[in-house]
């Protein structure tokens, strides 16, 4: 409880410090520039706040930083600036005294200011805790890799007053380079030292062993916490929730819930119109090309798995003489004979895929996320890899992380198929729509021409 309530502080001064950074730019600027802070930019100035915190809300902005490197934080300080920046605009644009200039300034001031004001909090609670020296000593009990990885971050934590000791092994035969001890050696420093916490990471090998140093540690006063095994499973975004007091953990979710699926669906929504748009000259041309090179209708439409494993069709321009949807689809090899005269210059440039920006409109596909597979395939691989069908927690997308990666083409060895995997389910804990436009933009300059896609 008092960890939590720590972080509640820390949360709180952060928010302050956020709203002192907005406010104080705003005041540097206009003053610097000469200009009177009128009752139009005290309107920018509450909606900057207020953009600021919805946005913090969407990317847990606020969630403890226990363990996240002041570089990490800034970074994410950056992301939340420019995100709320961007949403910003609209408002701004009929107020004629503030032109892009100033913005720029206003938001470069806000990102110095804000940075400061992180950096201001970590000195705070490091000097504090020194001065009061009320660091709360810590050891963590543990055989894997998860322990190792804890007490680093609780290393890092030390600006809040974490005072990690040491990282002890069930194990007898421990690797004395990364751990202090023995857990028998971590029972004789808690009985001997001032140790105000204990973190014990479980696996089903130690158990016992747990369940008896838990015993002994019922018997102190050393507030414990429990890492459970199943945290070491990395399928999908997880986290710590309650229901009316009863600890739940959810572990195979997505960040893609809740507003954040209106959020993504308005991003597909604008940028599959735009793109339409943009490139309807071009729909137009190729269909023509089809027609006069080969005989057959211009669009393919494959059942293919979408959100949920749900059955979807999907549109592509047809690049093949055969249309195989069937429970047995071979995948397009180097110089594959089925291709028609422009088929494999349409699928090396990825220009056979450009109809389905029709799906993503129909709101059946995305712009970003995994892409989908011939339900043959799915068929055949979610018996081969581990996860396979976690990819289907989302929509499916026309590009994505395995694509702007390399990973895309023929998938003629289980490897191959499994880096794909890997990243996709990887862009499903990571998700944000930073990381969409991310994605996008490189998919613009790496991701479309591939040697490997036939």
């Given at each position: 409880?008092?960890?939590?309530?720590?972080?509640?502080?820390?949360?709180?001064?952060?928010?302050?410090?956020?709203?002192?950074?907005?406010?104080?730019?705003?005041?540097?600027?206009?003053?610097?520039?000469?200009?009177?802070?009128?009752?139009?930019?005290?309107?920018?100035?509450?909606?900057?706040?207020?953009?600021?915190?919805?946005?913090?809300?969407?990317?847990?902005?606020?969630?403890?930083?226990?363990?996240?490197?002041?570089?990490?934080?800034?970074?994410?300080?950056?992301?939340?600036?420019?995100?709320?920046?961007?949403?910003?605009?609209?408002?701004?644009?009929?107020?004629?005294?503030?032109?892009?200039?100033?913005?720029?300034?206003?938001?470069?001031?806000?990102?110095?200011?804000?940075?400061?004001?992180?950096?201001?909090?970590?000195?705070?609670?490091?000097?504090?805790?020194?001065?009061?020296?009320?660091?709360?000593?810590?050891?963590?009990?543990?055989?894997?890799?998860?322990?190792?990885?804890?007490?680093?971050?609780?290393?890092?934590?030390?600006?809040?007053?974490?005072?990690?000791?040491?990282?002890?092994?069930?194990?007898?035969?421990?690797?004395?380079?990364?751990?202090?001890?023995?857990?028998?050696?971590?029972?004789?420093?808690?009985?001997?030292?001032?140790?105000?916490?204990?973190?014990?990471?479980?696996?089903?090998?130690?158990?016992?062993?747990?369940?008896?140093?838990?015993?002994?540690?019922?018997?102190?006063?050393?507030?414990?916490?429990?890492?459970?095994?199943?945290?070491?499973?990395?399928?999908?975004?997880?986290?710590?929730?309650?229901?009316?007091?009863?600890?739940?953990?959810?572990?195979?979710?997505?960040?893609?819930?809740?507003?954040?699926?209106?959020?993504?669906?308005?991003?597909?929504?604008?940028?599959?119109?735009?793109?339409?748009?943009?490139?309807?000259?071009?729909?137009?041309?190729?269909?023509i090309a089809i027609k006069l090179t080969s005989e057959?209708?211009?669009?393919?439409?494959?059942?293919?798995?979408?959100?949920?494993?749900?059955?979807?069709?999907?549109?592509?321009?047809?690049?093949?003489?055969?249309?195989?949807?069937?429970?047995?689809?071979?995948?397009?090899?180097?110089?594959?004979?089925?291709?028609?005269?422009?088929?494999?210059?349409?699928?090396?440039?990825?220009?056979?895929e450009l109809p389905q920006f029709f799906n993503v409109?129909?709101?059946?596909?995305?712009?970003?996320?995994?892409?989908?597979?011939?339900?043959?395939?799915?068929?055949?691989?979610?018996?081969?890899?581990?996860?396979?069908?976690?990819?289907?927690?989302?929509?499916?997308?026309?590009?994505?992380?395995?694509?702007?990666?390399?990973?895309?083409?023929?998938?003629?060895?289980?490897?191959?198929?499994?880096?794909?995997?890997?990243?996709?389910?990887?862009?499903?804990?990571?998700?944000?729509?930073?990381?969409?436009?991310?994605?996008?933009?490189?998919?613009?300059?790496?991701?479309?021409?591939?040697?490997?896609?036939?």
């Open positions: 409880m008092a960890s939590r309530l720590n972080a509640s502080y820390v949360s709180i001064l952060q928010r302050s410090c956020d709203i002192f950074a907005i406010y104080g730019a705003l005041y540097i600027v206009f003053n610097l520039n000469s200009i009177e802070i009128t009752h139009q930019a005290m309107l920018v100035f509450l909606c900057m706040v207020s953009l600021f915190q919805l946005i913090g809300g969407l990317t847990d902005f606020y969630r403890s930083w226990r363990g996240i490197s002041l570089f990490n934080e800034l970074i994410a300080c950056l992301k939340n600036v420019l995100m709320s920046s961007c949403l910003l605009l609209p408002f701004v644009w009929f107020y004629s005294d503030i032109n892009i200039a100033l913005l720029i300034q206003y938001f470069c001031s806000v990102l110095f200011l804000m940075g400061i004001m992180r950096v201001f909090v970590r000195l705070i609670y490091a000097i504090s805790f020194k001065i009061f020296k009320k660091s709360r000593n810590i050891i963590v009990i543990g055989d894997s890799s998860k322990a190792l990885k804890l007490f680093n971050d609780l290393k890092k934590s030390e600006w809040i007053g974490f005072n990690p000791l040491g990282v002890f092994s069930f194990n007898s035969n421990y690797n004395t380079a990364d751990y202090n001890g023995t857990a028998d050696d971590a029972v004789e420093i808690i009985q001997n030292q001032d140790i105000n916490q204990v973190y014990i990471v479980t696996t089903q090998q130690n158990i016992e062993q747990v369940d008896n140093l838990l015993k002994f540690l019922s018997d102190t006063t050393c507030s414990t916490v429990i890492v459970p095994e199943l945290f070491s499973y990395d399928f999908l975004y997880s986290r710590v929730e309650d229901i009316n007091g009863t600890p739940i953990i959810p572990i195979i979710d997505t960040r893609i819930k809740g507003i954040n699926i209106l959020l993504k669906r308005i991003e597909d929504i604008c940028f599959s119109l735009v793109i339409l748009l943009l490139i309807s000259p071009i729909l137009i041309g190729i269909s057959g209708p211009v669009f393919f439409k494959q059942t293919r798995y979408g959100l949920n494993g749900k059955p979807i069709l999907v549109y592509k321009f047809r690049s093949m003489n055969v249309m195989e949807n069937g429970t047995k689809v071979t995948q397009a090899i180097k110089n594959d004979p089925r291709l028609t005269p422009i088929g494999g210059f349409l699928r090396r440039t990825s220009l056979d409109l129909l709101g059946s596909m995305s712009v970003v996320g995994p892409r989908p597979h011939a339900a043959a395939h799915n068929e055949e691989y979610r018996k081969l890899i581990t996860g396979y069908m976690l990819r289907h927690k989302v929509k499916p997308g026309i590009t994505g992380l395995a694509q702007i990666r390399g990973w895309r083409g023929e998938t003629d060895t289980l490897d191959k198929m499994e880096k794909r995997v890997e990243c996709d389910l990887e862009y499903i804990r990571t998700w944000s729509l930073l990381l969409d436009i991310k994605i996008i933009f490189l998919t613009v300059f790496k991701g479309f021409i591939n040697k490997a896609a036939y």
